[in-house]
């Protein structure tokens, strides 16, 4: 065994940290198109006459296709099937289309004046960008999930959770830029739409990026195959991935109760960031060129503290407790942020660190939690139904019943921004629906240790092996 463990090419911390950063700015490119338009609510009402439906349901079609059409299942399931080198450069190329419809939706003005109806009544031009934004949603959340298979492919029995956690720090730096920067982006050119080219011309980097890293994929594959051909053992990991592992998945508690929690919580985080920028304005009195910075502070947040918790949980474990201790963070913040009376910035600075922390403990022990519950030759799957039930619930219907909301109840006068009229919102409401999410979120986190204490899945337990 030590003769095998020398041999592999992840056994050696420059290669496999080498493969973890080639194939995290890809998705720090893909992050920063997922939230590049989250600031810029009030400049598309400005500019482009959006109102908060058209950007609700602009907002939740990064789920459409992923959910309705199941494109995320068969991304784990060709993931499964064919390999993360195939399923990883066929993301990114997808990201790019998706990113190219998303822009020219918004920078032409081909659609001006229509209106479409598909069931509902939309701006055309609201259609179209929502339509390549569906179509990036799909590439973006397929290569999450290779990226996943990715790390555990290459950590396990190493640094799996720090190595999680570094990687979603850089992606999350990705959203850090989008929210802090787009606004003077659009605002130095000129229109909405600039940010968006910036993030195009990145994810054509990020593909490039994912075609180095196959090379390096080769040879840890390489020398996985030499090690056990001088062994003369194989593992699980050799046997074939077959469509009814998927009903094996499914029938795991374990499985559903991650799953749900990871709905939950996103739930109660990434609806909140659309939104926090017009928050800021709203609630807080803060000018809309610095609106986008203070929810920037969370996703600074989690680059520092995500890797720290990772590598906390490698060498100490407890990852089932710290996702109760981090939902309840989730709880506390939203709750404050609900209460009329606490409307100074400095509140909202400090709300936002702690939503932070919460943000990187959950996370953190949540995705090294998964291949401790699922075998690996299902990873590929697993991760993609996790993401499934998480792109219905947190990024497909929140975004727009919270768009609803606004509109619907929480309308409490104009303002007047550069001779147009501009809705003001109280976000009371919506507020206490994401504290609601929090709460459900901390139930199946109880329900997760101690389904963990009866199975034995060992979520408490360290993940480097000595």
Known sequence: ???????????????????????????????????????????????????????GWYTGAYGWFNVFLFFLIFGGIILDKMGVRFTGLMSAAVMVLGAGIKYWAISSHSLDGQNWTIIWTFPAQVWMAAFGYAIFGVGVEVAGITVSKIIVKWFTGHELALAMGLQLAIARLGTALALSTSVPIARAFGHVSSPVLICLLMLCIGLLSFFVYTFNDKRLDKSIADAKLDTGKADESDEEFKIKDIGFIIKNKGWWYISILCALFYSAVFPFLKYATALMINKFGVPENLAGSIPGLLPFGTILLTPVFGNMIDKKGKGASIMIFGSILIIFVHLLFAVPLLNHWSVAIVLMLILGIGFSLVPSAMWPSVPKIIPEKQLGSAYALIFYVQNIVALMFVPALIGWVLDKYCIVGTTLVEGKEVANYNYTLPMMLFMLFGVLGLIFAFLLKAEDKKKGYGLELPNIKK
């Not at 720090?28 to 600031?39: E, I, K, N, Q």
């Open 1 to 55: 065994m030590t003769e095998q463990i020398k041999k592999i090419l992840s056994d050696s911390k420059a290669a496999r940290w080498t493969a973890l950063l080639i194939v995290a700015f890809t998705m720090f490119a893909g992050y920063y198109l997922a939230d590049v338009m989250s600031p810029l609510e009030q400049m598309l009402e400005e500019q482009l006459h959006w109102s908060a439906s058209d950007y």
